[in-house]
C-alpha cells in the first residue's frame, strides 16, 4: 500500500513570481517640472561653528595679530630711525591687520573671525594707537 503524496497546502505553496507585464514595484512619480527638491527641515542647525565662536576665536586672533604689529611697527622704529619716520609709516601694521579683517567679511566662512578681529582693532585703537600717536604728533 504505497500513500500517495499530498497535493500542497496553502502554506506550503510558494509564493507567486510578479507576470513580466506586472513591475514587482509600482514605478516613481515623475517630479513636477519647475519645482526643486525639498530641502531641509526649517530648524536644522547649519553645520560649522556658530557666529559667536567664530567671535571670540577672532578676538584671540586680532590679540595675537596686534601684538605682531606691535612687534613690527618697532622693528620699523630701529629700522627708520635714522629716517624718522612719519606717524602712518609707524601704522601700517596695524592698518593691515584692519585691512585683511575687512576682507574676511566678505565670505561668510570667515565672518565671525572678522568681527573679532576687527572689534580688538577698534578697542587697540580707542585705548592705546590713537593717544600714542596723538603724543607723537603733538
Known amino acids: 500500500m504505497a500513500t500517495e503524496p499530498e497535493p500542497p497546502g ?15 514595484f509600482p514605478p516613481p ?9 525639498p530641502g531641509p527641515p526649517a530648524g536644522s542647525p547649519e553645520p560649522g561653528l556658530s557666529t559667536g565662536a567664530g ?5 584671540g ?20 630711525g635714522a629716517l624718522s619716520p612719519s606717524p602712518l609709516g609707524l601704522i601700517w601694521p ?22 573679532g578681529m576687527l572689534i580688538v582693532g577698534a578697542a587697540a585703537w580707542i585705548i592705546v594707537l590713537g593717544p600714542c600717536l596723538g603724543m607723537l604728533t603733538i
Open 29 to 37: 512619480e515623475p517630479e513636477q517640472p519647475g519645482f526643486p527638491p
Open 94 to 115: 596695524f592698518v593691515l591687520v584692519a585691512l585683511v579683517a575687512i576682507v574676511m567679511l566678505f565670505w561668510k566662512k570667515t565672518r565671525g573671525v572678522a568681527i
Open 10 to 24: 496553502p502554506e506550503d505553496a510558494e509564493p507567486e513570481e510578479p507576470k513580466p507585464e506586472q513591475p514587482a
Open 55 to 59: 567671535i571670540g576665536i577672532g578676538v
Open 61 to 80: 586672533i586680532g590679540c595675537g595679530a596686534h601684538v605682531i604689529a606691535l612687534l613690527l611697527l618697532l622693528a620699523t622704529l630701529v629700522v627708520g
